[in-house]
């Protein structure tokens, strides 16, 4: 019994010694990590509220060009996707939202940019490669 008793007091001691000793070094180790983590972050989230009211700012201008039937359409695939991507480029004979194969006649519709082709999987509005290295936002 006295034995057992013992054990237990030492397993305090020792718990006790290693809060009151190495936990606030811990504590302090991971406190200031997660300063320096939370500086970080806000400089970045600062960057992207920046960079999306400017975006914002650019499709207001360019939503007026649009026709309201398409931008309507938009709209609605670009709400469907976690993303936000609702034209995507055809990269690798593939969809670039959803990496499925675009069928060679299909790819050869979109190059003539003649009408809206949409990804038959998920629905995208694909575009040419070379039409989507040529803009710049
Ligand atoms: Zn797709």
Redesign the pocket.
């Known amino acids: 019994m006295e034995y057992v008793a013992s054990v237990a007091e030492v397993l305090v001691v020792k718990t006790v010694v290693v809060g009151n000793g190495f936990g606030p070094v811990v504590l302090g180790l991971m406190d200031t990590f997660g300063r320096q983590k939370q500086n970080e972050l806000q400089k970045i989230t600062e960057e992207t509220e920046k960079e999306e009211a400017e975006l914002n700012k650019k499709r207001e201008k360019s939503v007026t060009a649009v026709e309201a039937r398409l931008l309507l359409a938009y709209d609605r695939i670009r709400m469907n996707y976690k993303n936000g991507l609702a034209v995507v480029p055809v990269e690798r004979d593939s969809?670039g939202?959803?990496f499925?194969m675009i069928p060679p006649q299909r790819q050869s519709d979109i190059r003539l940019r003649k009408k809206m082709t949409v990804?038959e999987?998920?629905g995208?509005i694909l575009i040419d490669s070379e039409l989507n290295d040529s803009i710049e936002i």
């Open positions: 969809c939202g959803c499925n990804c999987h998920c995208r």
